[in-house]
């Protein structure tokens, strides 16, 4: 599962948090893999972590809280009681085949199979860094004339039965200096100010003047009802 290739660009795997995803091992049951023959082609992580299930409190520090909640919440005693998804990875000879639903249907019944009634999902969208001076709300606002996403990840997620319920404006940082970021991304960030960056959902915000870059990234709380 490790080796299925990632869509997710270069320099989100240096995330602070990104480190947490090794720990899922503990949470067996909460990782997928599709396989054709003994080939992993699709995978979705995800992890269980306490919620109160009042959606105004679902972390605008998205994808980072959750994976932190999630994998350090047993240890001090919280009973996990919602599934979060994490990553859903297909491997690129088998996009367009309809297997992001079938890992989000996945998904669904490893939630229900635990009892819980949620499965919740700080969902990166996957068109969202063909606009990255547009702001999330406003990108998640764009509809097709049936009335679903514009955007093709969202979309599956509603699809699904999700909903979405509210934009976490901060869902991953990633901080580096700014060798760290030309190496990351071969670019030359050699000035002040918001660089567009391939794969980036918003600008990276550099500074010359204190050697650094940050990354602030939004994501999309869905819901799905599954209980």
Same mark, same amino acid.
């Given at each position: 599962?490790?080796?299925?290739? !990632?869509?997710?660009?270069? $320099? ?6 990104? #480190? ?13 893999? &599709? ?8 995978? +979705? ?5 306490? #919620?109160?299930?009042?959606? +105004?409190?679902?972390?605008? !520090?998205?994808?980072? /809280? ?12 919280? /009973?996990p009681t919602t599934l979060s998804a994490l990553e859903i990875a297909i491997d690129p ?8 639903? =079938? ?5 669904? +019944?490893? @939630?229900?199979?635990?009892? $819980? ?14 606009? %990255?001076?547009?702001?999330? @709300?406003?990108?998640?606002?764009? /509809?097709?004339?049936?009335? &679903? %996403? ?5 979309? =599956? ?6 909903? *979405? =319920?509210? *934009? ?8 580096? /200096?700014? @060798?760290?970021?030309?190496?990351? !991304?071969? &670019?030359? $960030? ?9 794969? @980036?959902? !918003? %600008? ?12 602030v990234e939004p994501n999309v709380w869905v819901r799905h009802?599954?209980?």
């Amino acid at each position: 599962m490790n080796e299925l290739p !990632t869509s997710w660009p270069r $320099f989100m795997m240096e995330d602070p948090a990104a #480190w947490m995803m090794g720990l899922l091992n503990d949470h067996p049951a909460f990782q997928l893999a &599709l396989l054709d023959g003994d080939r992993v082609v699709a995978k +979705a992580n995800s992890v269980p972590f306490a #919620w109160d299930g009042d959606e +105004a409190s679902l972390p605008d !520090t998205g994808w980072d /809280t959750v994976l932190a909640r999630g994998v350090i919440g047993g240890a001090r005693g919280r /009973t996990p009681t919602t599934l979060s998804a994490l990553e859903i990875a297909i491997d690129p000879a088998w996009q367009g085949k309809g297997l992001s639903r =079938v890992m989000v249907d996945g998904l669904r +019944a490893a @939630a229900a199979g635990a009892g $819980f009634s949620d499965l919740v999902a700080p969902v990166r969208p996957s068109r969202k860094s063909d606009r %990255p001076d547009q702001p999330m @709300a406003q990108y998640v606002a764009r /509809t097709r004339e049936d009335g &679903l %996403p514009e955007d093709p990840w969202l979309r =599956v997620h509603v699809r699904a039965g999700g909903r *979405v =319920v509210k *934009v976490c404006p901060a869902s991953m940082v990633v901080p580096g /200096t700014l @060798a760290q970021w030309r190496k990351w !991304t071969g &670019l030359p $960030f050699d000035r002040d100010g918001e660089v567009t960056v391939p794969g @980036a959902l !918003t %600008p990276v915000h550099v500074s010359l003047a204190h050697d650094h870059a940050v990354y602030v990234e939004p994501n999309v709380w869905v819901r799905h009802r599954v209980g």
